[in-house]
């Protein structure tokens, strides 16, 4: 096979001869992404394989292609071409070809030419099965992909996104320690495994995620990303997987056999199905912001320029910080993330989604894509990262930025204010947040507690990060302390804390995760945290060895006091809708702030059996200075649910009102009356 294989910079180059390298120079207002205005939409659902009765049917989206050869392999990566076959171009830009045979058990890609360029292969850029590293896309039967009960998988039902409890996870992290004794370590299957412990006897894996109480898990990106190389399964590879390779394929590291595309999708389907009876939702981290490569990505080996956005000279602008941008305001684009997701919803079963940075992507866009999900699942949960890593092209009024999350319809995102007033800036590891004794952030850590919404008693002018209300209900809002990003919180303290000893990090943490746990939003957590495990001292962990991102489960049985401290505080979570209010309204109304002078001191109540709690009032009291703290509680008898560092969800004590209580240092109290 002869091919002329040439860089994308080259063909971006003849576009921008072609199209408008004229017309720039007559006019300052024609922008480099103009020329891709006028590109069809196509608006079938058959993009770019089908197989029914008929045969097997090829169609690829390519509009400025001058022809298109599709190639059939016999395997996934290395036996050479079948057949090749000239593709027929049709109206809507798409080539097309069809057999009657069945190609089930067969590989394809695709060769776009666009005059005398012939680009590389590509898999496509709607590869639902691919064979190893996805370089060829399969031709499989999905039917027999589902699980045993798969028609009648449902996930969890949410009746609102602040019901939920997520925890964030890698696959690698959460199995790879031998202290997991999971046998599939690193793989989908290892959350199919019940009844594994630690060497202690204690819970592991999908036991110990039932135990802890969290609702959904949070897997870091399970697409077919590309960094880690899947012909290589036996060594010891660690990516997060923010390198988008095939949008609508699994990984291939994360299965028992990356060259049967087959298994990947099984195996991912078994572990939903796994998670799902054990009550467990899943929400999928997806990464539809860039690609990992650029002239070589599968978009540009199809469509080249249209699904990115791109400076005025032509060259990639790049608002993710990795090299380039998608282009959702662009039909196309808009409708491939729309399909894609809701693809994830309906074949995988996948209950909600996590968009990395968000705000990349229009508001439009978004708002269209939430009601296509919904659609699918009225429950689905949908939140994202409402910041860009660079600028963009895109006006800051059109962005899914967190300032505009109001604009957004049903979709949350993650609450930075919260995060930084609580533990100290991410980008300053030596600073301090509430929890740990500095005493600027008070008022930022009660924008975080009511949720970022409209509250009389919150000066969002004092806010550190937030000047205004930007949420319109708590339920736009993700409450956090850490992630997988930055340094987690465990590694935090030590930074930040240098001189304190593992206890008073310990009653540090335990502060901090009980504000993120009663504030009004949905709470998210970095696997681990609950047994404290650390990444010692990495803060961008992407590649990191096991070393540092393993979990030591060991570890559950050494901090014991600060596991059944975060059981504890999930289940109280759960047991109470006042934790849980869903509009604005009600929050402004049953969130009642105390006055209390020291800047280290916070404490509200939550009153008149807020969204239909049992308890009549909830007083919650966060000490984060170092000193013991007083506060005058009210007459009356109270429930002691939590003081000094111990949290029991229904109480474990009673105190009586009237009179001056002392809370201990770095420590929250909280009380409860009928
Ligand atoms: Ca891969």
Redesign the pocket.
Known sequence: MNKTVICMSCVIGLLSTLSISSCSKKSAQVSYDDQFADYPVYEGHDLELTRDSLGTHFTLWSPKATSVRLNIYPDGDSLPVISQHVMEKDTGGVWRFSTKDDLVGKFYTFNVQIDSIELRETPGIWAKAVGT??RRAAVIDFKATDPDGWSDDKGPAVKSINDAVIYEMHHRDFSIHPESGIAHKGKFLALTENGTTNSNGSATGIDHLRELGVTHVHILPSY???S?D?SRPGDPQYNWGYDP?NYNAP???YSTNPSDPAVRISEMKRMIKSLHDAGIGVIMDVVYNHTADNDLSNFSLTAPGYFYRHRDDGTYSDASGCGNETASEREMMRRYMINSAKYWAEEYHIDGFRFDLMAIHDIETMNQLAAALREVNPDIIIYGEGWTAGDSPLPQERRSLKENVARLDGIAVFSDDIRDAIKGHYSNAEDRGFATGKESNKETVKIGIVGATTHPQVDYSSGNNSKFPYAASPSQVINYVSCHDDLMLTDKLVKSMPEATVEERQRADKLAQTIVFTSQGTPFMFAGEEIFRDKKGVHNSYKSPDSINAIDWALKDANSDIYNYYRELIKLRKAHPAFRMTTADDVAKHLIFDDTESPLLISYSLVDNANGDEWNEIKLVFNGSENEEQIELPSGEWLVVARNGKLVAEGFDTIKGGATIVVAPTSALILARK
Do not use: A, M, Q
Request: aromatic residues 18%; charged residues 25%; hydrophobic residues 10%.
């Open positions: 590293n996805g077919d990303y590309n880690v899947e390779y990984e291939g590291s």
